[in-house]
């Protein structure tokens, strides 16, 4: 087995070494992935808390954006119009708006939902998921702002 003493190519003490020490690199990765896999974890864990109530900042609504409202009883209303179809009629109507913008070039509308309080979760989610189907990738919803709670203006 031999061993090299000085440099190969015959350079004095002036000449300068290529070869990169990864030694500590490989150290502080290590002690990056010990850190990484210790901590994940504890973030990943979750209590059951009550979360605290935020303020939202108020959206102006603009005449293209569709409002779609939906009572207790899963009934679907169309602006103040109550949708006789329901969800499948919403659908088209909404199907309807979203290729007259494209024909026109305008940016696809937002829906925004106003559910009622008491409303089960499945008659909001039949028309986000109708409202989907027709194309509108951008939907939101429509609260109330808390009693006594301080908005920015």
Do not use: C
């Given at each position: 087995?031999?061993?090299?003493?000085?440099?190969?190519?015959?350079?004095?003490?002036?000449?300068?070494?290529?070869?990169i020490n990864t030694t500590p690199?490989?150290?502080?990765?290590?002690?990056?992935?010990?850190?990484?896999?210790?901590?994940?974890?504890?973030?990943?864990?979750?209590?059951?808390?009550?979360?605290?109530?935020?303020?939202?900042?108020?959206?102006?609504?603009?005449p293209e954006n569709i409002v779609?409202?939906?009572?207790?009883?899963?009934?679907?209303?169309?602006?103040?119009?109550?949708?006789?179809?329901?969800?499948?009629?919403?659908?088209?109507?909404?199907?309807?708006?979203?290729?007259?913008?494209?024909?026109?070039?305008?940016?696809?509308?937002?829906?925004?939902?106003?559910?009622?309080?008491?409303?089960?979760?499945?008659?909001?989610?039949?028309?986000?998921?109708?409202?989907?189907?027709?194309?509108?990738?951008?939907?939101?919803?429509?609260?109330?702002?808390?009693?006594?709670?301080?908005?920015?203006?």
């Open positions: 087995m031999a061993m090299s003493v000085g440099p190969s190519d015959g350079g004095g003490e002036g000449s300068t070494m290529s070869d690199l490989v150290d502080v990765m290590l002690v990056l992935l010990i850190i990484f896999l210790i901590t994940v974890p504890v973030v990943i864990q979750t209590a059951p808390v009550d979360l605290p109530k935020v303020t939202n900042l108020p959206l102006e609504t603009k779609v409202s939906v009572d207790a009883e899963g009934n679907v209303y169309l602006g103040a119009k109550l949708l006789e179809g329901g969800k499948t009629e919403l659908r088209e109507v909404v199907k309807t708006k979203v290729i007259e913008a494209v024909q026109k070039g305008q940016p696809l509308p937002e829906v925004h939902i106003r559910g009622d309080r008491t409303t089960p979760y499945q008659f909001i989610g039949g028309v986000i998921f109708n409202v989907q189907l027709a194309g509108i990738p951008k939907v939101g919803f429509i609260s109330e702002p808390v009693a006594g709670e301080v908005t920015r203006d």
